[in-house]
């Protein structure tokens, strides 16, 4: 829902800040992760993830979209909630969490406190087939393809297609061609739903 704040930073502190746009202060939860990278003057643009539940609406923000796109992985393994994956992403950063993830390292990921063995395996089990490799930069190589993916479905599912149909289809697809376009894997699968 809200994909960025650009505004003034009012306050800052290890696991929140605060931003002002347009005389409205968002108070985001942040990772240390992010705090590290947060800048010192106070102009800012930061990722956001607005989570909402039935007794709140929490906003977390985020300094790179792949610290984003990890935290959206990591609370999509069941046990893994909103807390436990900001503490995942202060304990260790997003390419850590990827290498661990990729290597099978259920040691490195149970260093994290509140993370037991089985939960780490299920963060491996579930997300080891999502995640690609990390390029120098620490960018996870996979989120632009997976965000092709992911709007692809959500727009097949728009025009009426469940996501079970259309998932296999969609990833056939971009196994042939991984630089396909959104518009590229909408033509190709509405044409052999």
């Given at each position: 829902?809200?994909?960025?704040?650009?505004?003034?930073?009012?306050?800052?502190?290890?696991?929140?800040?605060?931003?002002?746009?347009?005389?409205?202060?968002?108070?985001?939860?942040?990772?240390?992760?992010?705090?590290?990278?947060?800048?010192?003057?106070?102009?800012?643009?930061?990722?956001?993830?607005?989570?909402?539940?039935?007794?709140?609406?929490?906003?977390?923000?985020?300094?790179?979209?792949?610290?984003?796109?990890?935290?959206?992985?990591?609370?999509?393994?069941?046990?893994?909630?909103?807390?436990?994956a900001r503490t995942m992403l202060s304990s260790l950063?997003?390419?850590?969490?990827?290498?661990?993830?990729?290597?099978?390292?259920?040691?490195?990921?149970?260093?994290?406190?509140?993370?037991?063995?089985?939960?780490?395996?299920?963060?491996?089990?579930?997300?080891?087939?999502?995640?690609?490799?990390?390029?120098?930069?620490?960018?996870?190589?996979?989120?632009?393809?997976?965000?092709?993916?992911?709007?692809?479905l959500s727009a097949l599912e728009t025009l009426g297609?469940?996501?079970?149909?259309?998932?296999?289809?969609?990833?056939?697809?971009?196994?042939?061609?991984?630089?396909?376009?959104?518009?590229?894997?909408?033509?190709?699968?509405?044409?052999?739903?």
């Amino acid at each position: 829902m809200i994909e960025y704040l650009k505004g003034k930073m009012t306050q800052k502190n290890p696991t929140d800040v605060t931003v002002e746009c347009g005389g409205v202060g968002y108070f985001l939860n942040i990772s240390l992760h992010t705090f590290s990278l947060l800048p010192e003057d106070e102009n800012i643009l930061i990722y956001t993830y607005l989570q909402v539940r039935e007794d709140s609406h929490t906003l977390f923000g985020f300094m790179e979209k792949s610290e984003r796109e990890m935290f959206k992985k990591l609370i999509s393994v069941s046990g893994i909630g909103a807390s436990t994956a900001r503490t995942m992403l202060s304990s260790l950063s997003p390419a850590q969490i990827v290498e661990a993830i990729t290597t099978e390292n259920v040691p490195e990921i149970q260093s994290v406190k509140g993370i037991g063995a089985k939960t780490a395996q299920r963060v491996i089990i579930d997300l080891k087939d999502k995640l690609g490799e990390i390029d120098a930069s620490g960018q996870i190589s996979t989120v632009q393809r997976n965000s092709h993916k992911d709007e692809a479905l959500s727009a097949l599912e728009t025009l009426g297609y469940t996501r079970k149909q259309s998932e296999k289809l969609v990833s056939k697809i971009i196994k042939n061609d991984e630089s396909a376009s959104v518009e590229t894997i909408i033509k190709l699968a509405l044409k052999n739903l």
